[in-house]
């Protein structure tokens, strides 16, 4: 009887030392502050474009991937292979039986490989990936990481068709054969709006967000 | 002191010989064409068209490279890569009746150092007389535009064909003078479901993956 107290006692005492030694690490959800404010798409809303001449486009978000909370157990001899990974995604996605819905990829990465990041990945309509400063949810220039084949400027206030827009940043493909590659020389980003506008190379036909 | 020529001959000698080091080049990786042309060996794979003629592939050969060593380096000699393949074919190499040829031959090509690596499928198809070269590039297939005249490709997300649906789509194009010599214009390639459709040329009938 007194052995199997013992036994008892050990066997606790393993099981507590077992579990107070594996090692849990917890990563946020993705935190959507900056894609509402920037980009406040609705699945399968359709954003229509249009240019001077009646061209019309349509950005259609197909998928939105934002990351949940989760918890990464290391186990007991932690090894920190996995790292924390928070990211969010909107994805338009082209069609080949729809010429004129326009392929777009958004993503926010908040932390990578469990160190906190801070910039915008877009591709838009076909263009290659463009990395825009996304520090303290605000959206900025040309993050430092960021191809040179592009520049940002930033306009306080921007009018279009009739309508006054704030805080507007303006992508520009300085590089020329890479915006004739894509077709595409300017995108105009509005907060509040998402994608406002684009201007396509080499014809310059702009095509504006209908209200 | 005779014997110092000799001698130093022969430390010379050993030197470079300890310096010859061998390399393990890895087997195969067929990841990247069972993600784009996942076809089983011994399966027929049938394509028809939309008035009732039909027309069937049937992989019959897979060779893969093993693991293997090369030489690294030699003084003055010329340093080698490794060279993986992996290679998928049909029996024959022309239209046989209804049956028609594909050969899929992927080349992976690794400096010794594993920093720099080449990698393309050379892939040939029912008429073809010379392979087009694909490369993964994740959702996307690309051409290496350098050894592909006449032809180019464009990639979409989805598309509903043949009431199916499909993600990652590769629409090759080919141009009417190559179109005109291989009597086809279009090969329609989707991720996990190899080759879903072309279209024969002139007569632009359309046949799509049963």
Redesign the interface.
């Known amino acids: 009887m007194k052995h199997a107290v013992l036994y008892l006692i050990l066997l606790t005492i393993t099981a507590i030392s077992f579990t107070a030694c594996r090692q849990h690490e917890d990563c946020p959800a993705f935190d959507e502050t900056l894609f509402n404010d920037w980009f406040p798409y609705e699945t399968g809303v359709d954003y229509s474009f249009v240019s001077s001449d009646g061209i019309r486009e349509v950005l259609v978000i197909?998928e939105k991937d934002f990351t949940k909370a989760y918890s990464i157990d290391h186990g007991t001899k932690p090894t920190y292979t996995a790292k924390c990974d928070v990211h969010g995604e909107m994805?338009a996605?082209?069609?080949?039986?729809k010429p004129n819905k326009i392929?777009m990829r958004l993503q926010q990465s908040q932390v990578f490989a469990g160190i906190k990041s801070d910039y915008v990945v877009l591709e838009f309509r076909g263009s290659k990936q463009i990395l825009l400063n996304a520090t303290e949810n605000t959206l900025g220039g040309r993050h430092e990481r960021g191809s040179t084949q592009f520049s940002t400027q930033e306009h306080h206030s921007l009018d279009v068709n009739g309508m006054t827009y704030n805080t507007v940043i303006q992508i520009t493909i300085t590089d020329e054969s890479e915006a004739a590659r894509c077709g595409l020389k300017d995108i105009y980003i509005a907060k509040g709006q998402g994608i406002l506008g684009y201007r396509s190379f080499p014809g310059q036909r702009e095509y504006w967000k209908e209200q | 002191m005779k014997y110092t020529g000799a001698i130093l001959t022969l430390m010379i000698t050993m030197a470079i010989s300890a310096c010859d080091r061998t390399r393990t080049c890895p087997a195969f990786d067929d990841s990247t064409l069972n993600t784009w042309f996942p076809y089983e060996t011994g399966v027929t794979y049938k394509f028809i068209s939309s008035d009732g003629r039909q027309e069937m592939l049937t992989i019959e050969q897979e060779n893969y490279s093993q693991e293997h060593e090369i030489e690294k380096k030699r003084l003055g000699g010329k340093e080698h890569w490794c060279e993986i393949n992996g290679e998928r074919k049909t029996l024959i190499d022309s239209v046989v009746q209804e049956q028609i040829p594909l050969k899929l031959f992927h080349v992976v090509e690794q400096d010794l150092n594993n920093s720099y690596s080449m990698a393309g499928i050379n892939m040939t198809f029912r008429t073809m007389v010379k392979p087009v070269i694909l490369g993964d590039g994740g959702d996307k297939l690309t051409l290496a535009y350098s050894y592909n005249n006449g032809y180019s490709i464009e990639?979409?997300?989805?598309?509903?064909?043949n009431n199916r649906n499909y993600r990652n789509?590769a629409?090759i194009t080919i141009r009417d003078e190559e179109a005109n010599k291989i009597g086809m214009d279009k090969i329609y390639i989707a991720k996990g479901a190899g080759i879903i459709g072309y279209r024969t040329y002139p007569e632009g009938r359309e046949y799509w993956q049963e």
């Open positions: 197909d994805r996605l082209t069609d080949k039986d392929g | 990639n979409f997300d989805v598309w509903n064909v789509i629409d």
